[in-house]
């Protein structure tokens, strides 16, 4: 017979939106399972996510030493166990009043204008949709929020900024809920949302355990041995939750989870229209009040008895929809208690006229009796249950009944430390913990209990696998590698899990090692979980914990490296300020080297003081890199070169603005724009030489020299007074390369001599003499000119020549600082451009027939006051001396002797 389609009438006529079957057809309201994934749910809470754990936890500064073990064990919010649920805010209002769903759940319809969907959201979400990637532009704020939050507080109020960033993701996550309605099921925006959210989680977990590990610390384990002998359940289990911080830590882990369930609950209200309102399986009533009238029999069996115990007693059905409703209150029970939510549960099991199973959920709470210390004469209540072994086993062996609902079993299971049915209805990574972690909180109070003589003998009759288990941190995470469900394996790898995993098991080093395999691996880390990974570290170095130092190094380096790439300037000096001095400065200098802008470069160096950044070590870091990532070794004047100014080049011309900020850099800015032109002049890039040269503010000199007369100093150290004498050689240099660039483009200019016409007219003849007079007077001022631009670069290239001092690009203080790359460049430099410039003043001197003082640099060069043959190589040497030769042959075919003087008779 088919039990699912019973001809029994409907109960007796209500209305026809009140009967069950009605409601039943006209919507289909889904209720989240547990485990349930938060992104992927189509259910739209009708509620903003609660920004604070409903726990007594977190309504306090740390894990509470109190001798009430309500404020350990408080159940509004936290696990339903020991002590009685003080009434909070949402377990003080009367299941039955008529407008409480409306009081505490908003209908998914109205909700949106005044609770979930504000109008600043709304108006963002709306903006965000016009993006193209939504997600990440919504969640693009929080790094410099997050580094907002992290300057703002000082390593004395660490936990107010977890709690700064818990509220930041929190407020993200509502903006991407918002945008994940109205645009749809968007896989990147739905898959940030769930990364935040896991972030939000993941700092409340952090910072509930590290607020007791932080206290434990602090109290240095003076309360180990307090404990005072008792005759109550109570004031045991306080004790033992304050001496024992395994148990208290446990304990957060399930108030943690507790938690994460109920924030992913949202809006069950619309679950409880299905149900009666005072009337317990009302079909089945029905039925036998009809049986009764008629006096037949059923086609269908059927209970004969409406107590809380026939169906299993007689082995008989409920009718079909009794059945349905039943199985959908269980399974809400259970979603309820997973939430740590007892006392609600407790309260729509009366709502539905179930109050015998509201009954089976109170007693688990622990036996007090203040009258036996008190000392007072006047009777307190007494609290908790007597009996509560006897409850316990019963719980027990209703958790291993077959018939049962597997949620009902759950629920029983979860009260009295059944695993097994508990973990039967764990669908999720955080339901699989969160079972193992109550089941672990449940077997070490008992065992307290027993040690202390309180439990009753009815503990005996548990199985002795529960009574012995040996439940640990470590125990229970092993037992989830080796999970038969495969969501709970994959969600075992999930990066924000094993986060989590290790910080319940404090294990640091364990967590630096995933840190450590994932900056490695292949695929890149999502940003928001490198910033995430970031700012742990930070935390914990921020309360003194031994780290491995290297993979923070790594962790901070490769965010550091994501804030470069995203070009989030502003954040850079901050991170970098948090890796050892040598690091960061390379890590900046290297950053700066990206930035490209005039007007970001001031605020890129004010930024790294501010972090406090050693900028002169960064700056002078940066040019040397890019002055010394060309490779090109110094070059004879003889090879051809390429000349011209190129990209690299550009580089390192633009480099030196990074010294020309501070003028404090000014000593500095001399010997890196030195250094610089020392590679240009070897390779005959004089343009780029130029360009750096005018880089270098005309006052540096007397800047350098203000500096040093400032703080006493009665001269400059020998290497700034070198440089600044370097700068006056390449200056020298310079000057006297552009007077034969100039020479050289004036002598080629020469006015071209008019051709006369042949047998011309008498006009033409009259037109030839007058351009034949411009020529002569256009060649009298180019001649004119021609002289003053060859004694200028005879005078330039002199200067150059015979240097005053010691030489031309030869330092004047001998006490500085050996350079040995530097001594090289420079003596490369005299050899390759001192006998350069001498060539182009010999052709100067010959061009414009100046034979004689052409003759007369021969003494100069052969010197031994200025020494100027060691710089020239034998070929050079050859080559200079024949083309001295062809001007003695010059004056010779003017009359005068080899030297150009006149022949004596």
Sequence with gaps: ???????????????????????????????????????????????????????????????????????????????????????????????????????????????????????????????????????????????????????????????????????????????????????????????????????????????????????????????????????????????????????????????????????????????????????????????????????????????????????????????????????????????????????????????????????????????????????SLELKPVEGNPQRGIWKACCWRMAEEEQLNRYEKAIYASLSGNLRPLLAVCESWEDCVWAHFRVMVDSLVEKDLMSSGMANQEVETLPRDYLEANWTMEKVFE??????????????????????????????????????????????????????????????????????????????????????????????????????????????????????????RPRCLQLATDAGLDVAAITKLVVETVRERDETEFTHHSQTLETGTTKEDLKKIDVIDWLLFDPAHRAESLKQSNAIMRKFLALQKHDAAKAVFSKVPEDSMREIYCQWAGVGQTKAPAEDENAIREHLCIRAYLEAHEAFTDWFSHSSSAPQKPAPAPEAKFTEKVANEMREKEYQSSLAAWSCRLDVLTEDVKERIYNVLLFVDGGWMVDNRQDSEQDSERSHQMAALRSLCLPRLSFLLLSVLQNSSRHQEALRLADIISSDQHRLYQVFSKEELRRFLQKLRESSLALLDRGLDPLGYELQP
């Design 479 to 600: 037992e989830l590698q080796a999970s038969e469900l495969k969501r709970v394996l994959e969600e075992t790898k999930e990066h924000y899990h094993v986060i989590q995993k290790f910080v319940i098991l404090g294990d640091l080093d364990g967590l630096l090692d995933e840190f450590a395999d994932w900056l490695t691996a292949s695929k890149p880390l999502p940003s928001h979980l490198l910033r995430f990974m970031t700012h742990l570290v930070l935390f914990f170095r921020s309360l003194g914990l031994a780290l491995k130092e290297e993979v923070c190094i790594d962790v901070l380096k490769a965010y550091v490296s994501l804030l470069i790439r995203d070009q989030q300037t502003d954040l850079v000096a901050s991170y970098v300020s948090q890796l050892p001095a040598e690091l960061a400065t390379a890590q900046y200098a290297t950053f700066l080297e990206t930035v490209t802008q005039p007007e970001i």
């Design 1 to 375: 017979m088919d039990w699912g389609h019973s001809e029994l009438p409907s109960p007796v006529v209500r209305d026809d939106e009140v009967t069950v079957a009605a409601r039943r057809r006209r919507k289909k309201v889904a209720f989240p399972s547990p485990g349930s994934s938060p992104v992927m749910s189509s259910v739209t809470p009708a509620r903003s996510l609660m920004r604070n754990t409903p726990a007594s936890l977190y309504r306090q500064a740390v894990t509470p030493r109190v001798p009430d073990v309500s404020s350990i064990l408080a159940p509004g919010g936290r696990t339903p166990r020991y002590t009685h649920t003080p009434r909070n805010a949402l377990s003080s209002m009367n299941l039955d009043d008529s407008d409480w769903t409306n009081s505490i759940y908003t209908s998914p319809v109205s909700g949106m204008d005044t609770s979930f969907f504000t109008d600043d959201i709304t108006n963002l979400s709306s903006a965000l949709l016009k993006e193209d990637d939504p997600g990440d532009a919504a969640a693009a704020s929080l790094f410099p929020e997050f580094l907002g939050a992290f300057l703002k507080h000082s390593s004395s109020a660490v936990f107010e900024l977890l709690e700064d960033y818990q509220a930041l993701c929190q407020d993200k996550v509502d903006v991407l809920q918002s945008v994940v309605l109205r645009a749809g099921q968007n896989s990147k925006t739905a898959g940030v949302r769930w990364l935040l959210q896991q972030e939000y989680c993941s700092w409340r977990l952090i910072t509930s355990l590290y607020r007791d590990r932080v206290q434990l610390a602090m109290e240095d384990d003076m309360m180990t041995d307090m404990t005072v002998p008792s005759k109550s359940e109570k004031v045991v289990v306080e004790q033992l939750f304050q001496r024992d911080s395994i148990i208290r830590q446990s304990q957060l882990v399930v108030d943690w989870l507790e938690s994460i369930a109920k924030d992913q609950i949202g809006d069950f209200s619309d679950n409880i229209e299905y149900y009666a309102k005072n009337v317990c399986w009302e079909n089945t009533l029905h039925a036998l009040k009809m049986r009764r009238k008629s006096g037949s029999a059923f086609t269908v069996p059927l209970v004969t008895e409406l107590d809380p115990d026939a169906p299993l007693r007689q082995q008989r059905p409920l009718a079909d929809l009794d059945r349905e409703d039943d199985a959908r209150l269980l399974k809400n029970l259970f979603t309820l208690i997973r939430a740590g939510m007892t006392e609600e549960a407790q309260r729509l099991c009366k709502r539905c006229g179930q109050a015998w199973r509201a009954a089976t959920l109170e007693g688990w709470k622990l036996y007090h009796d203040p009258n036996m210390t008190s000392g």
